[in-house]
């Protein structure tokens, strides 16, 4: 993952505090699901059944932050079966779906969770999701994310959404409030 606009990613120079402290202030990790969660493209059957594709390289990333301590929850514009499964797959019980108003959403899920909006990471993809990328304390684009969405992000994933976005952003927050050598620690052992 790279800080958007140059390496410092936020800091002095623009009044923000640096990606670095962002990352670390995180407790609620919240994600739109076209384009973010999985890779955009949505497939009908003949009967008009939707069918999304989720990573379970994401699923786990998702999973690894909740064990964590870091809330994950959901906001997007569509409805979907596929969706709600997944969730419940996960364990996620925070989602607002067929939300056209994503920023107006943020008051709602701030009063849920009691969670600032400065500790708060959006992790989006298009137009709808810049008015509430803007407003919390750490907003990520994808990146294969519209234009705009990159330039107003303060990081960039290398990978795309639906292909590995959301496990980066998830190794990046467990990295920068030091969980992740606790967790590689449970899955390598304490070998040298």
């Known amino acids: 993952m790279t800080p958007a606009g140059g390496a410092s990613g936020g800091g002095a120079e623009d009044g923000r505090p640096p990606t670095a402290d962002k990352l670390k202030a995180v407790r609620l990790l919240l994600l739109d699901v076209d384009g973010v969660l999985t890779d955009g493209k949505i497939t009908y059957t003949e009967q008009g059944h939707e069918i999304k594709s989720f990573s379970v390289r994401d699923g786990l990333g998702i999973r690894l932050a909740m064990d964590a301590g870091i809330r994950v929850g959901i906001v997007t514009a569509r409805t979907s079966q596929s969706l ?31 969670v600032p909006a ?46 590995g976005a959301v496990r980066e952003v998830c190794e990046a927050l467990l990295k920068a409030q030091g969980q992740w050598e606790n967790i590689k620690n449970r899955f390598i052992g304490n070998e040298k």
């Not at 990520?140 to 290398?158: P, S």
């Open 84 to 114: 709600r499964h997944r969730c419940r797959n996960l364990g996620i019980d925070l989602v607002f779906d067929g939300v056209g108003d994503k920023r107006a959403a943020l008051d709602a899920i701030m009063d849920e969770t009691g």
């Open 118 to 163: 400065h500790r708060i990471a959006f992790v989006g993809d298009d137009l709808l999701d810049l008015p509430l990328m803007r407003c919390v304390g750490l907003s990520v684009a994808v990146a294969d994310a519209h234009d705009l969405l990159l330039a107003h992000a303060d990081m960039v994933t290398v990978k795309r959404g639906g292909r």
